[in-house]
Protein backbone atom coordinates (compact mmCIF):
# COMPACT_ATOMS: atom_id res chain seq x y z
CA UNK A 1 0.00 0.00 0.00
CA UNK A 2 1.40 3.76 -0.62
CA UNK A 3 1.54 5.47 2.41
CA UNK A 4 2.91 8.62 0.97
CA UNK A 5 2.02 10.79 -1.91
CA UNK A 6 4.37 13.38 -3.85
CA UNK A 7 3.67 16.63 -5.59
CA UNK A 8 4.15 17.53 -8.37
CA UNK A 9 4.47 14.17 -9.94
CA UNK A 10 6.61 16.12 -12.52
CA UNK A 11 9.06 18.78 -12.28
CA UNK A 12 10.83 20.29 -15.45
CA UNK A 13 13.27 23.08 -14.65
CA UNK A 14 16.36 24.84 -16.26
CA UNK A 15 19.47 23.98 -15.06
CA UNK A 16 20.35 26.27 -11.73
CA UNK A 17 17.35 26.71 -10.70
CA UNK A 18 16.16 24.87 -7.61
CA UNK A 19 13.57 21.88 -7.32
CA UNK A 20 11.41 21.89 -4.72
CA UNK A 21 9.32 17.90 -3.85
CA UNK A 22 7.02 17.42 -1.52
CA UNK A 23 5.32 14.83 0.46
CA UNK A 24 2.82 13.80 2.11
CA UNK A 25 2.04 11.16 4.42
CA UNK A 26 -0.68 9.31 6.85
CA UNK A 27 0.27 7.31 9.71
CA UNK A 28 3.09 8.31 12.59
CA UNK A 29 6.76 8.24 11.89
CA UNK A 30 9.97 6.57 13.27
CA UNK A 31 11.88 8.57 10.47
CA UNK A 32 11.64 9.30 6.63
CA UNK A 33 13.82 8.92 3.65
CA UNK A 34 14.28 10.14 0.23
CA UNK A 35 15.90 8.25 -2.64
CA UNK A 36 16.32 9.00 -5.92
CA UNK A 37 15.89 6.65 -9.05
CA UNK A 38 17.45 6.81 -12.54
CA UNK A 39 15.33 5.52 -15.22
CA UNK A 40 14.75 2.02 -14.67
CA UNK A 41 17.58 1.33 -12.40
CA UNK A 42 17.89 1.02 -8.29
CA UNK A 43 17.18 3.56 -5.99
CA UNK A 44 20.01 5.42 -4.25
CA UNK A 45 19.26 6.44 -0.72
CA UNK A 46 19.66 10.39 -0.60
CA UNK A 47 18.78 11.32 3.22
CA UNK A 48 16.80 10.41 6.20
CA UNK A 49 15.19 12.85 8.45
CA UNK A 50 14.66 11.41 12.03
CA UNK A 51 10.95 11.89 13.68
CA UNK A 52 12.24 14.74 16.20
CA UNK A 53 14.02 16.59 13.40
CA UNK A 54 12.53 19.56 11.76
CA UNK A 55 15.22 20.27 9.05
CA UNK A 56 18.23 18.49 7.15
CA UNK A 57 21.20 19.11 5.16
CA UNK A 58 23.47 17.34 3.12
CA UNK A 59 25.81 19.01 -0.18
CA UNK A 60 22.90 20.69 -1.97
CA UNK A 61 19.76 19.35 -0.69
CA UNK A 62 17.51 20.80 1.82
CA UNK A 63 14.98 18.30 3.80
CA UNK A 64 12.50 20.18 6.28
CA UNK A 65 9.96 17.71 8.00
CA UNK A 66 6.53 18.28 9.99
CA UNK A 67 5.22 15.91 11.66
CA UNK A 68 2.15 17.64 12.90
CA UNK A 69 0.69 18.15 8.79
CA UNK A 70 2.39 14.68 8.21
CA UNK A 71 4.18 16.48 5.27
CA UNK A 72 7.85 16.71 4.19
CA UNK A 73 9.54 18.40 1.54
CA UNK A 74 13.19 18.00 -0.50
CA UNK A 75 14.59 21.02 -1.80
CA UNK A 76 17.76 20.59 -4.37
CA UNK A 77 19.48 23.66 -4.61
CA UNK A 78 21.49 24.76 -8.17
CA UNK A 79 20.40 21.97 -10.17
CA UNK A 80 21.93 19.91 -12.97
CA UNK A 81 21.23 18.25 -15.61
CA UNK A 82 22.99 14.91 -13.63
CA UNK A 83 19.77 15.33 -11.18
CA UNK A 84 17.68 14.49 -13.62
CA UNK A 85 15.74 11.20 -11.75
CA UNK A 86 12.78 10.50 -9.96
CA UNK A 87 12.56 11.36 -6.37
CA UNK A 88 10.44 9.20 -3.56
CA UNK A 89 9.85 9.36 -0.46
CA UNK A 90 9.80 6.79 2.12
CA UNK A 91 8.48 5.84 5.23
CA UNK A 92 10.23 3.75 7.83
CA UNK A 93 7.98 1.10 9.56
CA UNK A 94 10.00 -1.12 11.89
CA UNK A 95 9.86 -4.80 11.71
CA UNK A 96 10.02 -7.40 14.14
CA UNK A 97 13.68 -8.34 14.60
CA UNK A 98 14.84 -4.81 13.53
CA UNK A 99 14.11 -4.73 9.50
CA UNK A 100 12.45 -1.93 8.40
CA UNK A 101 9.31 -1.76 5.76
CA UNK A 102 9.52 1.04 3.38
CA UNK A 103 6.06 2.88 2.47
CA UNK A 104 7.16 4.57 -1.16
CA UNK A 105 5.41 8.04 -2.33
CA UNK A 106 4.53 8.36 -5.64
CA UNK A 107 7.25 10.25 -6.57
CA UNK A 108 8.44 13.32 -8.39
CA UNK A 109 9.78 12.44 -11.86
CA UNK A 110 12.23 15.26 -11.91
CA UNK A 111 13.76 16.92 -15.50
CA UNK A 112 16.71 19.60 -15.40
CA UNK A 113 17.08 21.26 -18.90
CA UNK A 114 20.43 21.94 -19.85
CA UNK B 1 32.18 -2.88 -0.52
CA UNK B 2 28.96 -0.90 -0.55
CA UNK B 3 27.21 -2.58 -3.37
CA UNK B 4 24.47 -5.09 -3.75
CA UNK B 5 24.58 -7.23 -7.47
CA UNK B 6 21.75 -8.59 -9.02
CA UNK B 7 21.37 -11.08 -11.70
CA UNK B 8 20.36 -11.15 -14.47
CA UNK B 9 19.61 -7.51 -15.58
CA UNK B 10 16.80 -8.50 -18.08
CA UNK B 11 15.17 -11.67 -18.06
CA UNK B 12 11.94 -12.97 -20.60
CA UNK B 13 10.20 -15.72 -19.98
CA UNK B 14 7.21 -17.76 -21.23
CA UNK B 15 4.56 -18.42 -18.46
CA UNK B 16 5.57 -21.95 -18.01
CA UNK B 17 8.78 -21.61 -17.48
CA UNK B 18 11.21 -21.76 -13.98
CA UNK B 19 13.16 -19.56 -13.47
CA UNK B 20 15.42 -17.63 -10.50
CA UNK B 21 16.60 -14.02 -9.71
CA UNK B 22 19.94 -13.54 -7.47
CA UNK B 23 20.98 -11.00 -5.41
CA UNK B 24 24.37 -10.87 -3.49
CA UNK B 25 25.56 -8.11 -0.90
CA UNK B 26 29.23 -8.31 1.06
CA UNK B 27 27.88 -5.37 3.46
CA UNK B 28 27.60 -7.54 6.24
CA UNK B 29 23.77 -6.73 6.35
CA UNK B 30 21.31 -9.27 7.92
CA UNK B 31 18.45 -7.91 6.53
CA UNK B 32 17.50 -8.02 2.85
CA UNK B 33 14.47 -7.15 0.82
CA UNK B 34 12.38 -8.21 -2.54
CA UNK B 35 10.41 -5.32 -3.96
CA UNK B 36 8.48 -5.63 -6.84
CA UNK B 37 8.29 -1.66 -9.18
CA UNK B 38 5.93 -1.80 -12.01
CA UNK B 39 6.65 0.89 -14.87
CA UNK B 40 5.72 4.42 -13.34
CA UNK B 41 5.43 3.08 -9.94
CA UNK B 42 6.85 3.28 -6.56
CA UNK B 43 8.36 0.52 -5.49
CA UNK B 44 6.38 -2.15 -3.02
CA UNK B 45 7.76 -4.46 -0.76
CA UNK B 46 6.94 -8.17 -1.38
CA UNK B 47 9.56 -10.56 1.01
CA UNK B 48 11.54 -9.22 3.99
CA UNK B 49 14.35 -11.65 5.42
CA UNK B 50 16.24 -11.10 8.61
CA UNK B 51 18.97 -13.49 9.93
CA UNK B 52 18.27 -15.46 6.89
CA UNK B 53 14.64 -16.40 7.36
CA UNK B 54 11.71 -15.04 6.14
CA UNK B 55 9.66 -12.33 8.30
CA UNK B 56 7.63 -10.46 5.96
CA UNK B 57 5.50 -12.02 3.13
CA UNK B 58 3.20 -9.60 1.84
CA UNK B 59 0.43 -11.70 0.32
CA UNK B 60 2.96 -12.80 -2.15
CA UNK B 61 1.54 -15.34 -4.83
CA UNK B 62 2.89 -18.15 -4.47
CA UNK B 63 4.76 -18.48 -7.96
CA UNK B 64 7.26 -16.18 -6.34
CA UNK B 65 9.29 -18.09 -3.84
CA UNK B 66 12.21 -16.33 -1.85
CA UNK B 67 15.10 -18.25 -0.89
CA UNK B 68 17.98 -16.65 1.19
CA UNK B 69 20.66 -19.30 1.31
CA UNK B 70 23.34 -17.33 3.64
CA UNK B 71 23.66 -14.05 4.62
CA UNK B 72 25.12 -12.25 1.72
CA UNK B 73 22.72 -13.89 -1.12
CA UNK B 74 19.27 -13.79 -1.85
CA UNK B 75 17.18 -15.70 -4.46
CA UNK B 76 13.99 -15.03 -6.37
CA UNK B 77 12.42 -18.39 -7.98
CA UNK B 78 9.46 -17.96 -10.69
CA UNK B 79 7.22 -20.39 -11.91
CA UNK B 80 3.89 -20.28 -13.77
CA UNK B 81 4.31 -16.54 -13.69
CA UNK B 82 1.55 -14.04 -15.66
CA UNK B 83 2.11 -11.30 -18.12
CA UNK B 84 0.98 -8.85 -15.31
CA UNK B 85 4.29 -9.98 -13.40
CA UNK B 86 6.15 -7.95 -16.06
CA UNK B 87 8.21 -5.36 -14.12
CA UNK B 88 11.21 -4.55 -12.27
CA UNK B 89 12.37 -6.20 -9.43
CA UNK B 90 14.34 -4.71 -6.81
CA UNK B 91 16.97 -6.04 -4.25
CA UNK B 92 17.72 -4.15 -1.01
CA UNK B 93 20.02 -4.93 1.81
CA UNK B 94 19.93 -2.97 5.27
CA UNK B 95 21.33 -3.46 8.57
CA UNK B 96 19.14 -4.32 11.43
CA UNK B 97 17.67 -1.19 13.51
CA UNK B 98 19.54 -0.79 16.82
CA UNK B 99 17.82 1.44 19.23
CA UNK B 100 20.95 3.98 17.05
CA UNK B 101 21.00 3.47 14.30
CA UNK B 102 18.46 3.77 11.41
CA UNK B 103 17.68 1.42 8.30
CA UNK B 104 18.92 3.29 5.05
CA UNK B 105 18.40 0.29 2.62
CA UNK B 106 21.07 -0.31 -0.44
CA UNK B 107 19.27 -0.98 -3.72
CA UNK B 108 20.75 -3.33 -6.28
CA UNK B 109 19.69 -2.06 -10.24
CA UNK B 110 17.20 -4.53 -10.61
CA UNK B 111 16.15 -7.16 -12.81
CA UNK B 112 13.98 -6.08 -15.36
CA UNK B 113 11.21 -9.37 -15.77
CA UNK B 114 9.19 -9.70 -19.25
CA UNK B 115 6.46 -12.29 -18.99
CA UNK B 116 5.13 -13.68 -22.54
Known amino acids: SQQGEEDPQALSIQEGENATMNCSYK?????LQWYRQNSGRGLVHLIL?????REKHSGRLRVTLDTSKKSSSLLITASRAADTASYFC??????????????FGKGTKLTVNP | DTEVTQTPKHLVMGMTNKKSLKCEQH?????MYWYKQKAKKPPELMFV???????INESVPSRFSPECPNSSLLNLHLHALQPEDSALYLC???????????????FGPGTRLTVL
Open chain 2, 92 to 106: ASSHLKTRSSYNEQF
Open chain 1, 27 to 31: TSINN
Open chain 1, 49 to 53: IRSNE
Open chain 1, 90 to 103: ATDHSLQGGSAKLV
Open chain 2, 27 to 31: MGHRA
Open chain 2, 49 to 55: YSYEKLS
